[in-house]
């Protein structure tokens, strides 16, 4: 990374919230992906994982973060860096670091999550209770059910990276529409104890691939995207220009590819 990047970077953390219950593990989410543009779907990743850990584990949700991957992963549609991370949203809890993305090289998901920790419970110290006492952060990476069915065929990524995210850090998956992980678990059987699944109890197919062709076709987008996305979108016209895959797609597949493709484990 560049000096000057380097000094100039801060993790925001204006929206990590105290540890309510101190018998509980707080825990961090992080999303990594392309993220062009947000969407309300993107988010509801997070409320869902969210509702997950308060009904079925120890676990104390303070803080997610979307990661957006940098200008060096070429993908159609995809915005410059800067252009992504203004398209902020609006959330009690959820923030964007800009770290990955002002990264001059591209950024595997398993040294992202190490930032985090770094970040989270290094330069910050954990999070506070009530009390005042800090605890350490568990870090977990949030994604879609064809992540974890990537991560299962041999080759896609590296048992290095593997070990990384689901032996020390975990992912919560969210369920997609159509997908079967039971089989994809079963390859990954020795890590199955950081790996929760979220079953979906609404199935939202919305992803940023369709949002482009809507706007390309000057189509709606209200109640899909964030107010505060859609008016940076409008003002200053953005994907309004390509003219690339204005058929809808088949299907999506939209979940991260190993460390020698993307680092996208959310809709594209």
């Not at 999303?31 to 850990?53: K, L, Q, V, W």
Request: charged fraction near 25%; proline fraction near 4%.
């Amino acid at each position: 990374m560049d000096a000057s990047v380097t000094s100039a970077y801060a993790l925001p953390t204006h929206r990590i919230r105290r540890l309510r219950d101190a018998k509980k593990t707080p825990v961090i989410l992080v999303a990594c992906g392309s993220f062009s543009p947000i969407t309300y779907a993107h988010m509801r990743m997070f409320e869902m994982a969210n509702d997950y850990c308060r009904q079925n584990t120890n676990f104390e949700v303070v803080g997610g973060y979307m990661s957006p991957v940098g200008d060096k992963y070429k993908k159609p549609g995809l915005l410059s860096s800067s252009r992504r991370l203004a398209c902020d949203q609006d959330s009690a809890w959820l923030m964007v670091d800009d770290w990955e993305a002002s990264q001059p090289e591209y950024q595997r998901t398993a040294v992202v999550l190490q930032h985090f920790d770094q970040e989270i419970n290094q330069v910050l110290g954990g999070v506070e209770d009530a009390d005042g006492v800090k605890h350490r952060v568990r870090v977990v990476l949030l994604a879609g059910s064809d992540l974890i069915q990537t991560m299962s065929e041999p080759g896609v990524w590296s048992m290095k990276d593997l070990e990384v995210i689901l032996g020390r850090f975990g992912t919560f998956i969210i369920e997609r529409a159509g997908s079967d992980v039971d089989e994809a678990l079963d390859n990954l059987s020795i890590w199955r104890e950081n790996i929760f699944v979220v079953r979906q109890m609404i199935h939202n197919d919305v992803s940023s691939t369709k949002i482009r062709l809507f706007l390309r076709r000057g189509m709606s987008v209200h109640y899909l995207l964030p107010n505060a996305v859609i008016r940076y979108i409008e003002q200053h016209h953005l994907y309004v220009d390509d003219h690339k895959d204005l058929a809808l797609p088949p299907a999506e597949n939209a979940a991260a590819a190993g460390p020698s493709a993307s680092t996208s484990t959310v809709g594209a």
